[in-house]
T-cell receptor
Framework: GNSVTQMEGPVTLSEEAFLTINCTYT??????LFWYVQYPGEGLQLLLK?????DKGSNKGFEATYRKETTSFHLEKGSVQVSDSAVYFC???????????????FGQGTILTVHP | DTGVSQNPRHKITKRGQNVTFRCDPISEHNRLYWYRQTLGQGPEFLTYFQNEAQLEKSRLLSDRFSAERPKGSFSTLEIQRTEQGDSAMYLCASSLALAGQETQYFGPGTRLLVL
């Protein structure tokens, strides 16, 4: 079945530091890949997505590139802010016609704390 | 812009009681999903509907759980004879599935505590 593995946290950074959160996946075919963010006390929000190999998703300074050869979708940001402190989830969705089409499969989440 | 809403936001109940949660999706979204999230974990899929039809159910969804989506609009998730292990955040998401493209938008969740 499909699975997503994220780097374990928590990750603690100083403001303006470079961020990488690793995400690798196992899936049949060519899934769509997502990063969701959960701020304290709030629901999941879509941060960015990529639907095919070599696509780059980007939003709010965050980027992730769909790498089929390494089955990875690592999240990066060049300069983090205190307001980026949250839990980040990598997720995948199977292709239409596949056995896992529709539902999202999530990683366990990575807690990011950014200090001033 | 009205997002996905869920009610109640918090529920405390005693073991053995029944509880029901409601999810109102984004208007005109044809798909509705339920997930469960326990502390320190990512959400896990429970079930989903396309319009009013329930198309898939996870093995996590025991016979104490039932979900409905009458008329393809709001959905309810009922847990009968609650157990302490049911304590979790229950998340609802909706999407408009067109030509294989789909993005799920999540509600704020209902946090259940079973005493």
């Amino acid at each position: 079945g499909n699975s997503v593995t994220q780097m374990e946290g928590p990750v603690t950074l100083s403001e303006e530091a470079f961020l990488t959160i690793n995400c690798t996946y196992t899936a049949t075919g060519y899934p769509s890949l997502f990063w969701y963010v959960q701020y304290p006390g709030e629901g999941l929000q879509l941060l960015l997505k990529a639907t095919k190999a070599d696509d780059k998703g980007s939003n709010k300074g965050f980027e992730a590139t769909y790498r089929k050869e390494t089955t990875s979708f690592h999240l990066e940001k060049g300069s983090v802010q205190v307001s980026d402190s949250a839990v980040y989830f990598c997720a995948l969705k199977g292709r239409a016609g596949g056995t896992s089409y529709g539902k999202l499969t999530f990683g366990q989440g990575t807690i990011l704390t950014v200090h001033p | 812009d009205t997002g996905v809403s869920q009610n109640p936001r918090h529920k405390i109940t005693k073991r053995g009681q029944n509880v029901t949660f409601r999810c109102d999706p984004i208007s005109e979204h044809n798909r509705l999903y339920w997930y469960r999230q326990t502390l320190g974990q990512g959400p896990e899929f429970l079930t989903y509907f396309q319009n009013e039809a329930q198309l898939e159910k996870s093995r996590l969804l025991s016979d104490r759980f039932s979900a409905e989506r009458p008329k393809g609009s709001f959905s309810t998730l009922e847990i009968q004879r609650t157990e302490q292990g049911d304590s979790a955040m229950y998340l609802c998401a909706s999407s408009l599935a067109l030509a294989g493209q789909e993005t799920q938008y999540f509600g704020p969740g209902t946090r259940l505590l079973v005493l």
